[in-house]
Protein backbone atom coordinates (compact mmCIF):
# COMPACT_ATOMS: atom_id res chain seq x y z
CA UNK A 1 0.00 0.00 0.00
CA UNK A 2 1.43 3.50 -1.20
CA UNK A 3 1.63 5.41 2.36
CA UNK A 4 0.21 8.84 2.08
CA UNK A 5 2.77 10.68 4.72
CA UNK A 6 5.53 12.23 3.19
CA UNK A 7 8.39 9.29 3.39
CA UNK A 8 10.51 12.26 5.30
CA UNK A 9 7.95 12.26 8.06
CA UNK A 10 7.66 9.13 8.25
CA UNK A 11 11.17 8.57 8.42
CA UNK A 12 11.31 10.99 11.64
CA UNK A 13 8.86 9.79 13.19
CA UNK A 14 10.14 6.19 13.21
CA UNK A 15 13.51 7.15 14.67
CA UNK A 16 12.06 9.29 17.31
CA UNK A 17 9.61 7.05 18.53
CA UNK A 18 11.76 3.81 18.13
CA UNK A 19 8.56 2.08 16.78
CA UNK A 20 7.41 1.07 12.78
CA UNK A 21 4.28 2.94 11.63
CA UNK A 22 2.49 -0.50 11.32
CA UNK A 23 -0.75 0.65 9.92
CA UNK A 24 -2.19 4.06 8.46
CA UNK A 25 -5.90 5.00 7.67
CA UNK A 26 -5.87 8.46 6.38
CA UNK A 27 -8.21 11.24 8.52
CA UNK A 28 -8.90 15.24 7.86
CA UNK A 29 -6.16 17.08 9.89
CA UNK A 30 -8.35 20.01 10.39
CA UNK A 31 -8.01 23.45 7.93
CA UNK A 32 -7.82 23.47 4.31
CA UNK A 33 -4.08 22.38 3.83
CA UNK A 34 -3.66 19.80 7.13
CA UNK A 35 -4.03 16.16 6.28
CA UNK A 36 -3.83 13.57 8.77
CA UNK A 37 -3.86 9.93 9.89
CA UNK A 38 -4.46 7.64 11.94
CA UNK A 39 -1.57 5.27 12.95
CA UNK A 40 -0.80 2.33 14.52
CA UNK A 41 3.36 2.52 16.04
CA UNK A 42 4.50 -0.77 16.63
CA UNK A 43 7.76 -1.23 18.89
CA UNK A 44 10.23 -3.70 18.79
CA UNK A 45 8.71 -5.84 21.36
CA UNK A 46 5.47 -6.08 19.17
CA UNK A 47 3.86 -3.43 21.81
CA UNK A 48 1.20 -1.65 19.88
CA UNK A 49 0.06 2.04 19.99
CA UNK A 50 -2.56 3.70 18.35
CA UNK A 51 -1.47 7.36 17.75
CA UNK A 52 -2.77 10.62 15.14
CA UNK A 53 -0.41 12.05 12.88
CA UNK A 54 -1.49 15.47 11.35
CA UNK A 55 0.99 17.01 8.50
CA UNK A 56 0.34 20.53 6.92
CA UNK A 57 0.90 21.03 3.32
CA UNK A 58 2.25 24.81 3.68
CA UNK A 59 5.57 23.33 5.65
CA UNK A 60 7.60 25.17 2.92
CA UNK A 61 5.82 28.46 3.44
CA UNK A 62 7.92 30.63 6.76
CA UNK A 63 4.78 32.25 7.61
CA UNK A 64 3.21 29.45 9.04
CA UNK A 65 5.93 27.99 11.50
CA UNK A 66 4.61 30.66 13.93
CA UNK A 67 1.39 29.03 14.61
CA UNK A 68 3.00 25.42 14.15
CA UNK A 69 4.90 26.28 17.53
CA UNK A 70 2.54 27.70 19.57
CA UNK A 71 0.18 24.96 19.02
CA UNK A 72 3.09 22.57 19.41
CA UNK A 73 3.74 24.89 23.13
CA UNK A 74 0.49 24.55 24.24
CA UNK A 75 -0.18 21.04 23.84
CA UNK A 76 3.14 20.04 25.48
CA UNK A 77 1.90 22.03 28.54
CA UNK A 78 -1.43 20.88 28.63
CA UNK A 79 0.08 17.35 28.02
CA UNK A 80 2.85 18.06 30.79
CA UNK A 81 3.21 20.86 33.80
CA UNK A 82 -0.65 21.46 33.19
CA UNK A 83 -2.43 18.21 32.81
CA UNK A 84 -3.91 18.22 35.64
CA UNK A 85 -5.88 21.49 35.14
CA UNK A 86 -8.56 20.59 33.89
CA UNK A 87 -8.26 21.20 29.43
CA UNK A 88 -8.55 17.64 27.63
CA UNK A 89 -6.46 17.26 25.03
CA UNK A 90 -4.67 14.48 22.89
CA UNK A 91 -1.75 13.97 24.61
CA UNK A 92 1.19 14.88 22.32
CA UNK A 93 4.13 12.67 21.54
CA UNK A 94 6.04 14.39 18.98
CA UNK A 95 6.42 17.31 16.85
CA UNK A 96 8.50 17.94 13.51
CA UNK A 97 8.82 20.83 12.06
CA UNK A 98 10.06 20.25 9.10
CA UNK A 99 6.24 19.06 8.15
CA UNK A 100 4.91 21.47 10.63
CA UNK A 101 3.38 18.01 12.03
CA UNK A 102 2.01 16.82 15.31
CA UNK A 103 1.88 13.04 16.60
CA UNK A 104 -0.31 12.54 19.61
CA UNK A 105 -2.00 9.41 21.05
CA UNK A 106 -5.14 8.48 19.36
CA UNK A 107 -8.50 10.20 21.23
CA UNK A 108 -11.75 8.38 20.30
CA UNK A 109 -14.25 11.31 20.02
CA UNK A 110 -17.02 12.44 17.67
CA UNK A 111 -16.95 16.20 16.35
CA UNK A 112 -20.54 16.74 15.01
CA UNK A 113 -21.73 18.88 17.96
CA UNK A 114 -26.01 18.19 16.34
CA UNK A 115 -25.47 14.48 17.07
CA UNK A 116 -24.69 14.64 20.82
CA UNK A 117 -27.41 13.18 22.68
CA UNK A 118 -27.53 15.95 25.53
CA UNK A 119 -26.17 18.67 23.68
CA UNK A 120 -26.71 21.07 26.78
CA UNK A 121 -24.45 18.88 29.43
CA UNK A 122 -21.77 18.73 26.37
CA UNK A 123 -21.93 22.82 25.78
CA UNK A 124 -21.37 23.05 29.81
CA UNK A 125 -18.30 20.58 29.71
CA UNK A 126 -16.47 22.54 26.53
CA UNK A 127 -17.45 26.08 28.52
CA UNK A 128 -15.88 25.15 31.81
CA UNK A 129 -12.77 23.85 30.17
CA UNK A 130 -12.67 27.44 28.29
CA UNK A 131 -12.80 28.99 31.50
CA UNK A 132 -10.33 26.47 33.03
CA UNK A 133 -7.97 27.88 30.41
CA UNK A 134 -8.65 31.02 31.15
CA UNK A 135 -7.57 30.59 34.08
CA UNK A 136 -3.97 29.18 33.67
CA UNK A 137 -0.73 31.26 34.52
CA UNK A 138 0.08 32.99 31.39
CA UNK A 139 3.29 34.35 32.62
CA UNK A 140 4.34 30.24 32.94
CA UNK A 141 7.40 29.67 30.79
CA UNK A 142 5.57 26.75 29.24
CA UNK A 143 3.19 29.61 27.41
CA UNK A 144 6.14 31.80 25.98
CA UNK A 145 5.39 30.69 22.70
CA UNK A 146 2.01 32.05 22.66
CA UNK A 147 3.20 35.96 23.43
CA UNK A 148 3.99 38.37 26.19
CA UNK A 149 1.83 38.16 29.02
CA UNK A 150 3.09 41.33 29.98
CA UNK A 151 1.67 43.11 27.07
CA UNK A 152 -1.74 44.23 27.68
CA UNK A 153 -4.42 42.66 25.05
CA UNK A 154 -5.84 46.56 23.57
CA UNK A 155 -2.31 46.83 22.61
CA UNK A 156 -2.12 43.71 20.43
CA UNK A 157 -5.76 44.57 19.16
CA UNK A 158 -4.32 48.05 17.82
CA UNK A 159 -1.34 46.53 16.15
CA UNK A 160 -3.33 44.16 14.84
CA UNK A 161 -5.98 46.20 13.37
CA UNK A 162 -3.25 48.54 12.03
CA UNK A 163 -2.16 46.06 10.04
CA UNK A 164 -5.08 44.68 8.73
CA UNK A 165 -5.85 48.07 7.74
CA UNK A 166 -2.66 48.59 5.79
CA UNK A 167 -3.20 44.84 4.17
CA UNK A 168 -6.57 45.74 3.17
CA UNK A 169 -5.34 49.15 1.61
CA UNK A 170 -2.45 47.41 -0.08
CA UNK A 171 -3.82 44.13 -2.16
CA UNK A 172 -7.64 45.42 -3.42
CA UNK A 173 -8.85 47.75 -1.02
CA UNK A 174 -12.39 46.52 0.14
CA UNK A 175 -14.60 49.03 1.38
CA UNK A 176 -16.20 46.69 3.52
CA UNK A 177 -13.33 45.03 5.48
CA UNK A 178 -12.10 49.00 5.92
CA UNK A 179 -15.43 49.99 7.91
CA UNK A 180 -15.02 47.42 10.00
CA UNK A 181 -11.54 47.63 10.27
CA UNK A 182 -12.27 51.97 11.17
CA UNK A 183 -14.88 51.45 13.64
CA UNK A 184 -12.47 48.55 15.57
CA UNK A 185 -9.88 50.68 15.68
CA UNK A 186 -11.64 53.39 17.15
CA UNK A 187 -13.46 51.48 19.99
CA UNK A 188 -10.68 49.14 21.34
CA UNK A 189 -12.46 47.83 24.70
CA UNK A 190 -10.39 49.13 27.69
CA UNK A 191 -8.68 46.29 29.49
CA UNK A 192 -9.93 44.66 32.65
CA UNK A 193 -7.40 41.87 33.05
CA UNK A 194 -4.30 40.72 32.21
CA UNK A 195 -3.39 38.69 29.04
CA UNK A 196 -4.94 35.11 29.36
CA UNK A 197 -4.74 32.18 27.65
CA UNK A 198 -6.66 31.65 24.64
CA UNK A 199 -7.63 28.34 22.43
CA UNK A 200 -8.28 31.19 19.77
CA UNK A 201 -10.81 29.31 17.40
CA UNK A 202 -12.76 28.20 20.10
CA UNK A 203 -16.60 26.21 18.99
CA UNK A 204 -18.24 23.83 17.50
CA UNK A 205 -16.30 21.63 15.03
CA UNK A 206 -12.61 22.06 17.08
CA UNK A 207 -13.67 19.63 19.78
CA UNK A 208 -14.28 15.72 20.38
CA UNK A 209 -16.50 14.35 22.33
CA UNK A 210 -18.12 10.95 23.80
CA UNK A 211 -21.33 11.15 25.11
CA UNK A 212 -22.07 14.48 27.38
CA UNK A 213 -18.50 15.09 28.06
CA UNK A 214 -15.32 16.49 25.38
CA UNK A 215 -12.83 13.93 25.08
CA UNK A 216 -10.28 16.66 23.57
CA UNK A 217 -10.27 20.21 22.53
CA UNK A 218 -8.48 20.85 18.76
CA UNK A 219 -7.19 22.66 16.64
CA UNK A 220 -4.65 24.70 18.34
CA UNK A 221 -3.03 26.58 15.96
CA UNK A 222 -4.59 30.11 16.71
CA UNK A 223 -3.90 30.30 20.07
CA UNK A 224 -2.54 33.34 21.61
CA UNK A 225 -2.58 35.48 24.85
CA UNK A 226 -5.25 37.72 24.98
CA UNK A 227 -9.21 38.68 25.90
CA UNK A 228 -10.98 35.91 26.91
CA UNK A 229 -13.85 37.52 25.22
CA UNK A 230 -12.64 36.45 22.38
CA UNK A 231 -12.85 33.14 22.60
CA UNK A 232 -16.57 33.72 23.69
CA UNK A 233 -17.06 35.62 20.78
CA UNK A 234 -15.53 32.49 18.33
CA UNK A 235 -18.32 30.60 19.67
CA UNK A 236 -20.88 33.35 18.64
CA UNK A 237 -19.25 33.57 15.10
CA UNK A 238 -18.62 29.74 14.25
CA UNK A 239 -22.21 29.24 15.02
CA UNK A 240 -23.51 31.06 12.61
CA UNK A 241 -22.18 27.81 10.52
CA UNK A 242 -21.85 24.90 12.90
CA UNK A 243 -24.76 24.62 15.44
CA UNK A 244 -24.65 25.33 18.40
CA UNK A 245 -26.39 25.51 21.95
CA UNK A 246 -28.05 29.17 22.17
CA UNK A 247 -25.45 31.83 22.67
CA UNK A 248 -27.40 32.89 25.83
CA UNK A 249 -27.02 29.30 27.33
CA UNK A 250 -23.39 29.42 26.45
CA UNK A 251 -22.54 32.81 28.28
CA UNK A 252 -24.76 32.02 31.45
CA UNK A 253 -22.72 28.37 31.61
CA UNK A 254 -19.55 30.34 31.28
CA UNK A 255 -20.07 33.06 34.26
CA UNK A 256 -20.95 30.38 36.41
CA UNK A 257 -17.84 28.24 36.04
CA UNK A 258 -15.65 30.94 35.52
CA UNK A 259 -17.10 33.83 38.22
CA UNK A 260 -17.01 36.06 36.15
CA UNK A 261 -19.55 38.86 34.98
CA UNK A 262 -20.16 38.68 30.88
CA UNK A 263 -19.52 41.54 29.18
CA UNK A 264 -21.90 41.49 26.02
CA UNK A 265 -20.38 44.80 24.16
CA UNK A 266 -16.98 43.44 24.76
CA UNK A 267 -18.04 40.09 23.28
CA UNK A 268 -19.57 41.65 20.51
CA UNK A 269 -16.63 43.58 19.79
CA UNK A 270 -14.42 40.41 19.07
CA UNK A 271 -16.81 38.74 17.10
CA UNK A 272 -16.24 41.61 14.72
CA UNK A 273 -12.38 41.41 15.76
CA UNK A 274 -12.62 37.83 14.90
CA UNK A 275 -14.25 37.47 11.27
CA UNK A 276 -11.50 40.42 9.81
CA UNK A 277 -8.46 38.18 11.77
CA UNK A 278 -9.60 35.55 8.87
CA UNK A 279 -11.32 37.51 6.30
CA UNK A 280 -8.13 40.71 5.56
CA UNK A 281 -5.63 37.90 4.70
CA UNK A 282 -7.80 35.49 2.75
CA UNK A 283 -8.81 38.61 0.82
CA UNK A 284 -5.28 39.83 0.40
CA UNK A 285 -4.39 36.23 -0.89
CA UNK A 286 -7.23 36.26 -3.00
CA UNK A 287 -5.95 39.97 -4.50
CA UNK A 288 -3.26 38.29 -5.79
CA UNK A 289 -1.91 38.02 -8.90
CA UNK A 290 -3.10 34.39 -10.81
CA UNK A 291 -4.34 33.67 -7.05
CA UNK A 292 -7.28 31.00 -6.99
CA UNK A 293 -7.89 31.65 -3.09
CA UNK A 294 -11.41 31.87 -2.25
CA UNK A 295 -12.25 31.16 -6.28
CA UNK A 296 -15.04 28.58 -6.00
CA UNK A 297 -18.46 28.04 -5.16
CA UNK A 298 -18.38 27.39 -1.37
CA UNK A 299 -15.49 30.27 -1.32
CA UNK A 300 -18.03 32.57 -2.73
CA UNK A 301 -21.16 31.40 -0.23
CA UNK A 302 -19.54 31.63 2.92
CA UNK A 303 -17.45 35.39 1.83
CA UNK A 304 -21.06 36.28 1.31
CA UNK A 305 -22.27 35.25 4.09
CA UNK A 306 -19.37 37.14 6.55
CA UNK A 307 -19.16 40.05 4.60
CA UNK A 308 -23.39 40.52 4.78
CA UNK A 309 -22.63 39.48 8.81
CA UNK A 310 -19.71 42.22 8.98
CA UNK A 311 -21.78 45.32 7.88
CA UNK A 312 -24.70 44.50 9.64
CA UNK A 313 -22.27 44.25 12.45
CA UNK A 314 -20.98 47.22 12.12
CA UNK A 315 -24.47 49.25 12.24
CA UNK A 316 -25.48 47.44 14.76
CA UNK A 317 -22.49 48.52 16.80
CA UNK A 318 -22.34 51.81 15.15
CA UNK A 319 -26.35 52.55 15.99
CA UNK A 320 -26.77 53.38 12.54
CA UNK A 321 -29.75 52.72 10.50
CA UNK A 322 -29.87 51.21 7.29
CA UNK A 323 -32.35 51.16 4.20
CA UNK A 324 -32.63 47.95 2.00
CA UNK A 325 -31.85 49.38 -1.69
CA UNK A 326 -34.74 48.10 -4.43
CA UNK A 327 -33.78 45.37 -6.71
CA UNK A 328 -34.87 45.56 -10.31
CA UNK A 329 -37.44 42.90 -11.10
CA UNK A 330 -35.37 41.41 -14.22
CA UNK A 331 -36.24 38.25 -16.52
CA UNK A 332 -34.47 35.70 -17.33
CA UNK A 333 -33.63 36.25 -21.51
CA UNK A 334 -32.63 32.80 -23.55
CA UNK A 335 -29.61 31.90 -21.59
CA UNK A 336 -30.94 30.76 -18.65
CA UNK A 337 -32.52 27.52 -20.01
CA UNK A 338 -28.55 26.59 -20.31
CA UNK A 339 -28.13 27.53 -16.53
CA UNK A 340 -31.19 25.37 -16.00
CA UNK A 341 -29.96 22.37 -18.46
CA UNK A 342 -26.46 22.04 -16.37
CA UNK A 343 -27.62 22.16 -12.99
CA UNK A 344 -30.23 19.27 -13.90
CA UNK A 345 -27.27 17.57 -15.36
CA UNK A 346 -25.03 18.08 -12.23
CA UNK A 347 -28.18 17.38 -9.20
CA UNK A 348 -29.46 14.29 -11.39
CA UNK A 349 -26.79 12.62 -13.24
CA UNK A 350 -23.34 13.89 -12.22
CA UNK A 351 -23.36 13.88 -8.79
CA UNK A 352 -24.94 10.42 -8.33
CA UNK A 353 -22.55 9.28 -10.57
CA UNK A 354 -19.03 10.58 -9.05
CA UNK A 355 -16.57 7.74 -7.57
CA UNK A 356 -15.54 9.33 -4.61
CA UNK A 357 -16.14 11.69 -2.09
CA UNK A 358 -13.86 14.24 -3.25
CA UNK A 359 -15.45 14.05 -6.86
CA UNK A 360 -18.88 14.44 -5.32
CA UNK A 361 -18.02 17.68 -3.50
CA UNK A 362 -16.47 19.01 -6.40
CA UNK A 363 -19.75 18.64 -8.45
CA UNK A 364 -21.33 20.77 -5.83
CA UNK A 365 -19.16 23.04 -5.56
CA UNK A 366 -19.73 23.59 -9.31
CA UNK A 367 -23.29 23.74 -9.08
CA UNK A 368 -23.08 26.55 -6.88
CA UNK A 369 -20.77 28.37 -8.79
CA UNK A 370 -23.55 27.63 -11.80
CA UNK A 371 -26.05 29.28 -9.61
CA UNK A 372 -23.82 32.31 -9.26
CA UNK A 373 -23.36 32.79 -12.48
CA UNK A 374 -27.06 32.36 -13.58
CA UNK A 375 -28.08 35.08 -11.35
CA UNK A 376 -24.62 36.78 -12.28
CA UNK A 377 -25.43 37.16 -16.11
CA UNK A 378 -29.11 38.32 -15.50
CA UNK A 379 -28.38 41.03 -12.79
CA UNK A 380 -24.61 41.62 -12.55
CA UNK A 381 -24.66 44.45 -15.21
CA UNK A 382 -27.20 46.46 -13.41
CA UNK A 383 -26.08 45.88 -9.76
CA UNK A 384 -22.62 47.53 -10.81
CA UNK A 385 -23.76 50.27 -12.26
CA UNK A 386 -26.26 50.92 -9.27
CA UNK A 387 -23.23 50.85 -6.84
CA UNK A 388 -20.93 53.11 -8.98
CA UNK A 389 -23.23 55.79 -9.63
CA UNK A 390 -23.78 55.68 -5.60
CA UNK A 391 -20.76 55.86 -4.65
CA UNK A 392 -19.59 58.72 -7.54
CA UNK A 393 -22.67 60.27 -5.63
CA UNK A 394 -21.27 60.00 -2.29
CA UNK A 395 -17.46 60.93 -4.37
CA UNK A 396 -17.83 62.73 -7.54
CA UNK A 397 -14.08 62.68 -8.29
CA UNK A 398 -14.20 58.65 -8.06
CA UNK A 399 -12.76 56.52 -10.57
CA UNK A 400 -15.48 55.75 -13.79
CA UNK A 401 -14.44 51.71 -13.43
CA UNK A 402 -16.29 49.78 -9.72
CA UNK A 403 -13.16 48.06 -8.74
CA UNK A 404 -11.21 51.80 -9.30
CA UNK A 405 -14.38 53.36 -7.03
CA UNK A 406 -14.48 50.69 -4.40
CA UNK A 407 -10.91 51.30 -3.78
CA UNK A 408 -11.21 55.26 -3.68
CA UNK A 409 -13.79 54.59 -1.10
CA UNK A 410 -11.72 52.46 1.50
CA UNK A 411 -9.32 54.84 0.73
CA UNK A 412 -11.31 57.77 2.14
CA UNK A 413 -13.14 55.40 4.97
CA UNK A 414 -9.51 55.17 5.97
CA UNK A 415 -8.71 58.82 5.93
CA UNK A 416 -12.28 59.88 7.42
CA UNK A 417 -12.50 61.58 4.50
CA UNK A 418 -16.21 60.57 4.18
CA UNK A 419 -19.45 60.42 5.97
CA UNK A 420 -19.46 57.01 7.83
CA UNK A 421 -23.27 56.20 7.85
CA UNK A 422 -23.32 57.05 4.19
CA UNK A 423 -20.24 55.06 3.34
CA UNK A 424 -21.78 52.00 5.72
CA UNK A 425 -25.24 52.04 3.72
CA UNK A 426 -23.24 51.84 0.66
CA UNK A 427 -21.72 48.73 1.91
CA UNK A 428 -25.52 47.62 2.90
CA UNK A 429 -26.10 48.11 -0.95
CA UNK A 430 -23.70 46.11 -2.20
CA UNK A 431 -24.07 43.22 0.07
CA UNK A 432 -28.10 43.15 -0.60
CA UNK A 433 -27.39 42.95 -4.26
CA UNK A 434 -24.60 40.34 -3.84
CA UNK A 435 -26.82 38.11 -1.33
CA UNK A 436 -29.41 38.21 -3.78
CA UNK A 437 -26.95 36.93 -6.39
CA UNK A 438 -25.57 34.21 -4.43
CA UNK A 439 -28.95 33.45 -2.37
CA UNK A 440 -30.07 30.41 -4.54
CA UNK A 441 -26.49 29.12 -3.39
CA UNK A 442 -26.70 30.09 0.05
CA UNK A 443 -29.57 28.49 1.24
CA UNK A 444 -30.08 29.46 4.95
CA UNK A 445 -26.62 31.33 4.77
CA UNK A 446 -28.22 34.47 3.16
CA UNK A 447 -29.95 35.60 6.01
CA UNK A 448 -28.10 33.64 9.11
CA UNK A 449 -27.96 35.91 11.84
CA UNK A 450 -26.43 35.97 15.63
CA UNK A 451 -28.83 35.59 18.13
CA UNK A 452 -30.40 38.65 20.03
CA UNK A 453 -29.26 39.49 23.26
CA UNK A 454 -29.80 42.74 25.57
CA UNK A 455 -26.72 44.39 26.45
Known sequence: MTSAIPSQLR??????????????????????????????????????????????????????????????????????????????????????????????????????????EDKSALAADFVAQLAALHRLDAHDPA??????????????????????????????????????LAWLARNVPVDVGPAAVLHGDAGPGNFLFDGSAVAALI???????????????QIWVRSLIQPFVPMRQVLSAYAQSSGNAIDLARIKYHRLYFQLSFMVPSTALAAAPASRTGASGTGLMFGTMHKRVVVRSVAELAGISLQDPALPAIE????????????????????????????????????????????????????????????????????DGLIGARAALAEAIAADAVDFAAAVQLCHNRMVRETFIMADAMGALATTWYEELAD
Open 332 to 399: PDWTDRYFATALDDLKDDIVPAAGNQRASAKAKDLARLVKFWRRRASHGAQFDAAELAEIRALMPSAP
Open 11 to 116: REVEQDTGCVIADERLRGGGGASRQGAEITLRAPDGAERRCYLAWDGRAGDPSRLPYFQRETAILAALTGPFRGAGVRVAPLVGAYPSNLALLSAFVPGNDRFPQA
Open 219 to 233: DWELTHLGDPAEDLA
Open 143 to 180: FAALGDPAEPPSRRIRENVANWQRANLSAGADPILQIA
